[in-house]
């Protein structure tokens, strides 16, 4: 049996060659021939090669935001040459965008995170013939809240002092961390635990000017709890995924919380009526322990 062969392409001035060196590593290990442009192909040298290696399939690699001209400037090289090749995007592409790029001719998108063997196996698919709506049809986008581990749970209080008092006296533990966080007008203060996961107080700071989210949450529920903070990585990539997929957002981009880290809250109908904080830590596993904010 003849093995499939596969052009790499790595269009324009975009430097980020990571994942397509990534993929094609992943095809040349699943048996397959690929030949690899290296950065900054042009894209009439893309077609020419595709078609003077007689490849099954072309697969590009753009994370530079303009697949859009790419893709349709490559079809227009290959139509000129009459050639039929299948084409398979992958890297930073909007979902807003892939229905355009379907529509340009492209047979599948691979956004970043795309497991490999979906990658090989559409790959496969395609060069075997295999209608490119078979191939599109299944998702490559992640789904959900990659949670490392639960960062810490907030209980909003009125009194700090008496409520870090109350809380050193019921754990038998000193409070780790105080905080005043100006750019939202609150104080915390943080009690750790040895799985690195905990618990914030979170109050208005009216020398700082009063917190009004905070305020009327104590005047409509007295001292409770108030939110939940899961750990995440690359937090703005998930932010931007979560926005995509239709994810009630409060902070569309992160903001700095305390002990330095990113923080952003989904609004509470995304959790069934709890909010919800994100978190990435600048030193995933340094000693710096959890964060917070307030929206
Ligand atoms: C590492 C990185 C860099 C490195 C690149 C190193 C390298 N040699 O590749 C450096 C530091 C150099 C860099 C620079 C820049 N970067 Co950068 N970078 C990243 C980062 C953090 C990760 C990219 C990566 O390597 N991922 C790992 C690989 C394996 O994943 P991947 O490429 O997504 O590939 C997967 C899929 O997409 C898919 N896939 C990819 N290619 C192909 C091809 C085929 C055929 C198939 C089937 C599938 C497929 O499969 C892979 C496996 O799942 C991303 C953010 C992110 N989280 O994606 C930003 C990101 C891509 N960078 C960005 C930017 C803006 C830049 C700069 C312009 C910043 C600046 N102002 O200088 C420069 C531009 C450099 C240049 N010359 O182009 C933006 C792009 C924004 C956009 N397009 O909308 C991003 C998204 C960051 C952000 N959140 O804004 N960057």
Same mark, same amino acid.
């Given at each position: 049996?003849?093995?499939?062969?596969?052009?790499?392409?790595?269009?324009?001035?975009?430097?980020?060659?990571?994942?397509?060196?990534?993929?094609?590593?992943?095809?040349?290990?699943?048996?397959?021939?690929?030949?690899?442009?290296? #950065?900054?192909?042009?894209?009439?040298?893309?077609?020419?090669?595709?078609?003077?290696?007689?490849?099954?399939?072309?697969?590009?690699?753009?994370?530079?935001?303009?697949?859009?001209?790419?893709?349709?400037?490559?079809?227009?090289?290959?139509?000129?040459?009459?050639?039929?090749?299948?084409?398979?995007?992958?890297?930073?592409? $909007?979902?807003?965008?892939?229905?355009?790029?379907?529509?340009?001719?492209?047979?599948?998108?691979?956004?970043?995170?795309?497991?490999?063997?979906?990658?090989?196996?559409?790959?496969?698919?395609?060069?075997?013939?295999?209608?490119?709506?078979?191939?599109?049809?299944?998702?490559?986008?992640?789904?959900?809240?990659?949670?490392?581990?639960?960062?810490?749970?907030?209980?909003?209080?009125?009194?700090?002092?008496?409520?870090?008092?109350?809380?050193?006296?019921?754990?038998?533990?000193?409070?780790?961390?105080?905080?005043?966080?100006?750019?939202?007008?609150?104080?915390?203060?943080?009690?750790?635990?040895?799985?690195?996961?905990?618990?914030?107080?979170?109050?208005?700071?009216?020398?700082?000017?009063?917190?009004?989210?905070?305020?009327?949450?104590?005047?409509?529920?007295?001292?409770? #709890?108030?939110?939940?903070?899961?750990?995440?990585?690359?937090?703005?990539?998930? #932010?931007?995924?979560?926005?995509?997929?239709?994810?009630?957002?409060?902070?569309?981009?992160?903001?700095?919380?305390?002990?330095?880290?990113?923080?952003?809250?989904?609004?509470?109908?995304?959790?069934?009526?709890?909010?919800?904080?994100?978190?990435?830590?600048?030193?995933?596993?340094?000693?710096?322990? $959890?964060?917070?904010?307030? $929206?």
């Amino acid at each position: 049996m003849q093995r499939i062969r596969v052009l790499v392409g790595k269009p324009g001035l975009d430097g980020h060659d990571r994942g397509a060196r990534v993929i094609a590593a992943a095809l040349r290990d699943a048996g397959m021939e690929v030949v690899y442009t290296g #950065l900054r192909a042009a894209i009439p040298a893309i077609a020419a090669a595709a078609v003077q290696e007689d490849v099954d399939v072309i697969g590009l690699s753009i994370l530079s935001g303009a697949h859009e001209s790419i893709c349709k400037r490559l079809q227009d090289e290959l139509r000129r040459r009459e050639a039929k090749i299948p084409v398979v995007v992958g890297g930073i592409i $909007p979902a807003a965008d892939r229905p355009r790029l379907e529509a340009l001719g492209v047979a599948a998108v691979f956004g970043p995170e795309s497991p490999l063997g979906e990658v090989v196996e559409a790959v496969r698919k395609l060069a075997s013939g295999e209608a490119a709506s078979t191939v599109m049809s299944r998702p490559s986008v992640p789904r959900g809240i990659p949670a490392t581990r639960l960062d810490h749970t907030a209980i909003c209080v009125k009194d700090m002092r008496a409520s870090i008092a109350l809380i050193e006296a019921l754990l038998g533990q000193k409070c780790a961390h105080e905080e005043m966080v100006a750019a939202q007008r609150v104080s915390a203060a943080f009690f750790d635990f040895p799985n690195g996961a905990s618990l914030e107080l979170v109050s208005p700071e009216e020398s700082l000017g009063g917190n009004p989210g905070l305020t009327r949450f104590l005047e409509k529920r007295g001292d409770a #709890l108030h939110h939940l903070a899961l750990r995440v990585r690359d937090i703005d990539g998930l #932010l931007r995924r979560l926005d995509e997929q239709g994810v009630p957002l409060i902070d569309k981009v992160s903001r700095l919380g305390a002990r330095g880290h990113k923080v952003a809250f989904l609004h509470p109908k995304a959790f069934g009526g709890t909010l919800l904080e994100l978190v990435e830590a600048h030193d995933e596993d340094g000693p710096t322990g $959890p964060s917070g904010s307030h $929206p």
